[in-house]
């Protein structure tokens, strides 16, 4: 399985071709997700003043009831704890959201991450960086 982050589920969501086209090649192997990426699109949902909401959190849960979905647990938080403290000992914190996530795939067996974001989770030595 490889775990997507929340830039490829923004994408995918605005019908981004190349993400479509990662979508359908992951569906073949199947695909996760984090709880904090849940958060992150939610919120990003409703930060934006919109009118439809409603609409685009529909949109959001549809694609939701695709994926595995992770929780931060305990394994998972003490693993997001290492990996932030050696980043910014080393002066190379990355966005706590991306670090997080990262965290919870290793915890749960998943050392690549679909994402556009390459530059930080490749910060992360145990993550393989997959783009689209």
Do not use: W
């Amino acid at each position: 399985m490889k775990c997507v982050d929340t830039a490829f589920l923004i994408d995918l969501l605005r019908n981004d071709q190349s993400a479509v086209n990662k979508a359908k090649e992951l569906d073949e192997y199947g695909a996760l997700t984090t709880e904090v990426n849940v958060f992150e699109l939610v919120f990003g949902i409703y930060r934006v003043k919109q009118l439809n909401h409603k609409k685009r959190l529909e949109e959001a849960e549809k694609l939701f009831s695709r994926l595995v979905i992770f929780p931060l647990d305990h394994k998972a938080a003490v693993k997001a704890g290492e990996i932030l403290g050696k980043l910014c000992s080393e002066g190379r914190e990355i966005d706590i959201p991306d670090e997080m996530t990262a965290a919870i795939s290793l915890a749960n067996g998943c050392n690549v991450v679909v994402t556009r974001n390459a530059e930080h989770f490749g910060r992360i030595p145990q993550i393989k960086v997959e783009s689209y």
